[in-house]
Nanobody, 124 residues
Framework: QVQLVESGGGLVQPGGSLRLSCAAS???????????MGWYRQAPGKQRDLVAIIIKGGSTNYADSVKGRFTISRDNAKNTVDLQMNSVKPEDTAVYYC???????????????WGQGTQVTVSS
């Protein structure tokens, strides 16, 4: 079993920056099996959508809406994954969830672990 703990959410002005962090804990074997980690977000009245995914090998996948603005990173030694959010827009407002799974496909199929969610609000 893997537990995911998020931090860094809050209120930020349009054009500003925010950094989300997710720390994974659990058995060494379980954490080692998490080949993919990333972030999803869910705005009120909308479905939960992919923001960014990073694989152990370093490859990444971003939603078109955040490409060039957000950067995902992973520290395998510390078992953490971060999301650097730059040039944020009001439409980025959502609850952001950290996720981890054996593969990206497993995450998409909800065969994954999820954090508690952290609110990000972009408003002036």
């Amino acid at each position: 079993q893997v537990q995911l703990v998020e931090s860094g959410g809050g209120l930020v002005q349009p054009g500003g920056s925010l950094r989300l962090s997710c720390a994974a804990s659990g058995s060494t074997l379980a954490i080692y099996a998490m080949g993919a980690m990333g972030w999803y977000r869910q705005a009120p009245g909308k479905q939960r959508d992919l923001v960014a995914i990073i694989i152990k090998g370093g490859s990444t996948n971003y939603a078109d809406s955040v490409k060039g603005r957000f950067t995902i990173s992973r520290d395998n030694a510390k078992n953490t994954v971060d999301l650097q959010m730059n040039s944020v827009k009001p439409e980025d407002t959502a609850v952001y969830y950290c996720t981890a799974g054996a593969t990206q496909s497993n995450i998409a199929a909800n065969r994954a672990y999820w954090g508690q969610g952290t609110q990000v609000t972009v408003s002036s």
